[in-house]
Structure formats: structure tokens, C-alpha cells
């Protein structure tokens, strides 16, 4: 079945510094990817997405490209904030597995002063 | 805008006891989700829904029911509560195939 590998954390960064989190899928057909945030005591909220190969998602600094050679969907942002600190998952959603949201997971992402 | 609401954000049982867990969007989206999240863990797939009247099982289904009888409803079931099912339960929505899902603030269960 469908499945979705995440480095594991934690990763503690200070501030400014360059942020990358790994993300690699198994998947039949053609998924969407997504990277979810979840900040302290809150739910899952979408932070960007990527529907085909190629493609690359972007919000608030964050980017990531869905890479169909390598099934990889890695999270980058160039110079992170104490606002950053949060956990983020790595998800992907698929006709082929009966659009089941499946989830990585996670890794919580600490960001010092 | 309301999105996904759950309810209650709270809720302490006794081993044994039975309670539902409510589910509602008002997104009008087919696809409708339960997860569970233990203590810096990921979300594991319990039970979701692709439409009123249509559910499964997703990867940790034992010790949980579901029912979806409308669109916007999808109240989750524990019948006899164990320790081992202490966890934040999160609900979420999606429109279709490949698109974003909603969540709702989560469920804090504990079993005691």
C-alpha cells in the first residue's frame, strides 16, 4: 500500500538558518503530496501541495517539488523564525488508494533565538 | 466559517465505558476522515468515508465503529474504553481525489 518515509526529528535550527526536511513516498499511480503543519496544542493545517510530477509548492517561505524519479517531495525554506517551530508532515492522496490521506511520520522542527 | 467541528475538546473515561465522538463540515465534502496521534507520534488512519452511507476500515480500526448517515456528520464510536486508546482523535474532511483535507481541533481522550 501507499506509505510515506519522513526524517525523523527533532531537528533544532537557529534562527535565519536553512531548513530542509526529507520526504520520500511509495505510491501506485499518480498521487498529490502535501505538507501539513501543526503548530503546539493545534490541528493539522495545509501548508502547501503539489498535484503532479514537477510541480512545486510554495507558502510563507516553504517550498517543495514533487520529484517523480526520486518519489521524493522534500520541504525547504531558507531562513527560518521561532514562528517556524512546529511539527510538519508529509502526506500524499491518491485515486489509486481510494483518496486515503496518508501521513509520514513527522517531524517537529525547533527553532532557537 | 465553521470547516470542521468536533466536539467535545475534552474527555476523560473509565476502562470500560462507551462514548461517541462527534464529527460535522460544513463544506459539503464527501470524503471524511478519523485520526488518531499518540504522544509524538503520527497520525494513524482509523475509519473513512467516502460518501453518506459508504465506510472503512482504515489501519487501526479495532475498538472503534463509525457511521456516516448524512453528508455532513461522521461521530466516531468507542464502545469499551482501554488505556490504550488514550490519544488526540482528529477528524477531517476533503472535496475528492487529490485534494487538501480540513481538520478539526482535535479530541484529547483519556482512558483511566
Known amino acids: 500500500g501507499d506509505s510515506v518515509t519522513q526524517m525523523e526529528g527533532p531537528v533544532t535550527l537557529s534562527e535565519e538558518a536553512f531548513l530542509t526536511i526529507n520526504c520520500t513516498y511509495t505510491?501506485?499511480?499518480?498521487?498529490?503530496l502535501f505538507w501539513y503543519v501543526q503548530y503546539p496544542g493545534e490541528g493539522l493545517q495545509l501548508l502547501l501541495k503539489a498535484t503532479k510530477a514537477d510541480d512545486k509548492g510554495s507558502n510563507k517561505g516553504f517550498e517543495a517539488t514533487y520529484r517523480k524519479e526520486t518519489t521524493s517531495f522534500h520541504l525547504e525554506k531558507g531562513s527560518v523564525q521561532v514562528s517556524d517551530s512546529a511539527v510538519y508532515f508529509c502526506?500524499?492522496?491518491?485515486?489509486?488508494?481510494?483518496?486515503?490521506?496518508?501521513f509520514g511520520g513527522g517531524t517537529r522542527v525547533l527553532v532557537k533565538p | 466559517n465553521a470547516g470542521v467541528t468536533q466536539t467535545p475538546k475534552f474527555r476523560i473515561l473509565k476502562i470500560g465505558q462507551s462514548m461517541t465522538l462527534q464529527c460535522a463540515q460544513d463544506m459539503n465534502h464527501n470524503y471524511m476522515y478519523w485520526y488518531r496521534q499518540d504522544p509524538g507520534m503520527g497520525l494513524k488512519l482509523i475509519y473513512y468515508s467516502v460518501g453518506a452511507g459508504i465506510t472503512d476500515k482504515g489501519e487501526v480500526p479495532n475498538g472503534y465503529n463509525v457511521s456516516r448517515s448524512t453528508t455532513e456528520d461522521f461521530p466516531l464510536r468507542l464502545e469499551l474504553a482501554a488505556p490504550s486508546q488514550t490519544s488526540v482523535y482528529f477528524c477531517?474532511?476533503?472535496?475528492?481525489?487529490?485534494?487538501?483535507?480540513?481538520f478539526g481541533q482535535g479530541t484529547r481522550l483519556t482512558v483511566v
Open positions: 477531517a474532511s476533503s472535496s475528492g481525489v487529490n485534494t487538501e483535507a480540513f
Open positions: 505510491a501506485t499511480g499518480y498521487p498529490s
Open positions: 502526506a500524499l492522496s491518491g485515486a489509486a488508494a481510494g483518496n486515503k490521506l496518508t
